[in-house]
């Protein structure tokens, strides 16, 4: 199978189902962000992060593919032959979870903190922001998508928070207070 196709060249591209849209369609959109933010997650595993995150970003990059695949799936025909590729409360659980056990080590948030710091940490702030606009473009999709995705980017991003606070912990990087 080769890379190229040339079926996107006038602009348009398909939905798993064969439905052509173009390239600019508010869906196609939504899941393009959410690529840019395992992109931005891949950038985040290559600056070595420790051992315990680097297994909990690796799983949200598979996550991000279900997600993904889920908001090109309008007809929601694709969760019943591929289940690997659904979002489910279960995923939700597993990021709250992952938030309170990585809280336990930070010091409280008194205020709002700069981002940036390490660079795993920086990173995760970008991708914490990348999150939040895939959000806002899941929100305005019609029809509305399963709130269970809207659910778990709303908590990925707080994780994506507390993610950026303890590498720069970690890595002995101090916090700047706004």
């Known amino acids: 199978m080769k890379i190229y196709t040339r079926t996107g060249d006038g602009g348009d591209t398909s939905y798993f189902?064969?439905?052509?849209v173009r390239k600019d369609d508010a869906r196609l959109d939504t899941y393009g962000e959410v690529d840019e933010l395992n992109a931005w997650l891949g950038l985040v595993r290559?600056?070595?992060?420790?051992?315990?995150?680097?297994?909990?970003v690796a799983h949200i990059q598979q996550d991000l593919f279900a997600l993904g695949?889920?908001?090109?799936?309008?007809?929601?025909?694709?969760?019943?032959?591929?289940?690997?590729?659904?979002?489910?409360?279960?995923?939700v659980a597993r990021l709250e979870s992952l938030i309170d056990a990585h809280e336990?080590?930070?010091?409280?948030?008194?205020?709002?903190?700069?981002?940036?710091?390490?660079q795993a940490g920086a990173a995760l702030?970008?991708?914490?922001?990348?999150?939040?606009?895939?959000?806002?473009?899941?929100?305005?999709?019609?029809?509305?998508?399963?709130p269970v995705l809207l659910r778990y980017?709303?908590?990925?991003?707080?994780?994506?928070?507390?993610?950026?606070?303890?590498?720069?912990?970690?890595?002995?990087?101090?916090?700047?207070?706004?």
Request: aromatic letters at 2%; hydrophobic letters at 45%.
């Open 104 to 118: 336990t080590e930070l010091p409280p948030l008194r205020k709002f903190i700069l981002a940036g710091g390490s």
């Open 153 to 178: 980017v709303n908590r990925l991003s707080d994780l994506l928070f507390v993610l950026a606070r303890v590498a720069n912990h970690r890595g002995g990087v101090a916090e700047i207070e706004w």
């Open 17 to 20: 189902d064969g439905t052509r």
């Open 125 to 146: 702030h970008v991708a914490r922001t990348v999150c939040r606009r895939a959000e806002r473009r899941m929100v305005a999709l019609e029809p509305a998508v399963d």
């Open 69 to 91: 695949a889920q908001l090109a799936d309008p007809g929601r025909k694709l969760a019943e032959r591929v289940l690997k590729a659904v979002i489910t409360d279960a995923d």
């Open 46 to 56: 290559a600056s070595r992060i420790d051992a315990d995150l680097d297994g909990a």
